[in-house]
């Protein structure tokens, strides 16, 4: 029975042997082992330390937000598994778009680059904003007065027409990325040693402020408020999967890529654990701060310097998270151009630093306007339900290809098969439930405009659509 034209495209997969033979790569291979940790942990690490477990501890959860950070560990890991193995054994850019591609066909695999190109322009606009805040109250502590132009998107208060600051903050990180990945990565992992070492300070000279019976009651809001807890803190701990999409940067991507994913979850768990149960410790969960948790935390103790220090080490952190993610859609959205998704003028990299230039400021000036020109909230209702459905797809794609190809060599095989990604399917799932209709709404606008460029022309420019048109014995020319 001969397959309908249609469904033979549907079903079109990107050879796996094909897309493990890294000789067609035009970027660098410059990043090792311990520069790959920092980029996983720079994504990770940000505004969950300095700001979201003091507004989780403070309205959700209490000092039980611990319960909270390891619930979203868990179920975070589950799919950092899954993301493992896949980045071991394909070791390409485009993260979740190839894997997708690879193993559930090119629909699935359109759909899921398409919505990160949405979902990490949006994160890296949110992150820059958050920045801008912390700047301005720096500013503020100085008596350094601004003008009101320049210290919001419209509608965020008296004379403001944008957010200069988050503007800036995106072509900064753009300018960094197209410097080179030798150069950018250089400076990520000596930013993210410098956050490290602030969260160490905070955790040390904290433990000597923890009074135990401020962590009574511990679960103040029951262990309901935990898990509650757990849906808003898990995007706090993924990061990782805008870290894999830099494969093809990567010296040895099969080995260190596996390593690196795992490295900077464990490390950032570690440090989230220690920080709640440092937070919670030193005040009572009534009295945390639930804009600033740290800060407050330290002036209640008499330590205003240290206070500061945070304030300081949340503008140099956060930034991190903002070179991950955009380092995430330019290496999806170039993945996607180089097999003719997307046009193939936008794979083009520098012929000198071998980065894809022209992709690197598009990003870079969608999200400066996003940043500067939409409120917070707006901006953060374009995000999240893209992560969670990438999730489930490489979390769905481990599952089948270890049942479509078990020879396949791995360099990493995720454990407890098929138990571990079906907890990182079941428990996306469930937080795709907790987004408001909003987000549901923007979500099916891009989807739908995603299916017109699909229809319209990825699926007739894509290579494998070119191959499959291409005559399997092309006559002999003849010469006159």
Request: proline share 5%.
């Amino acid at each position: 029975m001969r397959t309908s034209p249609a469904l033979r495209e549907v079903f079109r997969r990107k050879p796996i042997d094909e897309i493990q033979d890294e000789s067609g790569t035009q970027l660098t291979r410059v990043l090792g082992l311990w520069q790959l940790t920092a980029i996983g942990v720079g994504g990770i690490i940000g505004a969950g330390i300095f700001a979201l477990a003091g507004s989780v501890a403070h309205d959700t959860a209490g000092p039980a937000v611990l319960i909270s950070f390891l619930i979203a560990g868990v179920a975070s890991a589950a799919a950092a598994l899954s993301y493992a193995e896949f980045a071991g054994l394909i070791p390409r850019s485009g993260s979740a778009y190839t894997y997708g591609y690879a193993v559930l066909g090119e629909p699935v695999g359109w759909f899921i680059g398409w919505d990160l190109l949405l979902e990490y322009t949006a994160i890296v606009a949110v992150v820059a904003i958050s920045i801008s805040g912390y700047i301005q109250f720096l500013l503020g502590q100085l008596d350094i007065g601004l003008p009101d132009w320049m210290l919001g998107a419209p509608g965020t208060g008296d004379g403001h027409v944008v957010d200069l600051f988050a503007a800036l903050l995106c072509l900064l990180i753009a300018y960094l990325l197209n410097r080179g990945m030798r150069a950018a990565a250089r400076f990520e992992t000596v930013v993210v040693g410098i956050k490290v070492l602030v969260v160490v300070v905070v955790v040390v000279v904290g433990f000597f402020f923890v009074d135990s019976a401020n962590y009574h009651p511990y679960f103040p809001f029951g262990m309901s408020g935990a898990v509650t807890g757990a849906a808003t803190v898990f995007f706090a701990v993924f990061g990782y999967d805008a870290m894999s999409t830099a494969a093809e940067e990567s010296v040895d991507a099969k080995r260190h890529l596996p390593k690196a994913i795992v490295l900077s979850l464990v490390i950032s768990m570690v440090l989230y654990v220690l920080v709640c149960l440092v937070l919670t410790g030193m005040q009572h969960y009534t009295e945390i701060d639930p804009d600033s948790g740290l800060s407050s935390a330290f002036e209640s103790v008499g330590l205003p310097g240290v206070a500061s220090l945070i304030a300081a080490g949340a503008i140099v952190g956060i930034m991190t998270v903002l070179f991950t993610f955009m380092l995430g859609v330019t290496r999806v959205w170039y993945s996607m151009s180089r097999d003719g998704l997307l046009p193939r003028w936008f794979a083009k990299t520098h012929p000198v630093r071998n980065v894809p230039t022209r992709i690197t400021w598009i990003v870079g000036v969608a999200a400066a306007a996003i940043a500067g020109l939409l409120p917070i909230g707006e901006a953060a209702e374009l995000t999240n339900i893209g992560i969670l459905l990438a999730f489930i797809v490489v979390c769905v794609a481990v599952i089948v290809l270890r049942y479509r190809r078990p020879d396949l060599p791995r360099a990493f095989r995720t454990p407890g098969m098929p138990v571990v990604p079906l907890v990182g399917i079941g428990f996306s799932i469930w937080l795709i439930t907790y987004l408001d209709p909003v987000t549901w709404l923007r979500f099916a606008v891009w989807f739908v405009l995603g299916g017109i460029v699909y229809v319209g022309y990825s699926r007739r420019h894509s290579l494998l659509a070119r191959r499959a048109d291409e005559p399997e014995n092309p006559p002999a020319s003849t010469s006159s």
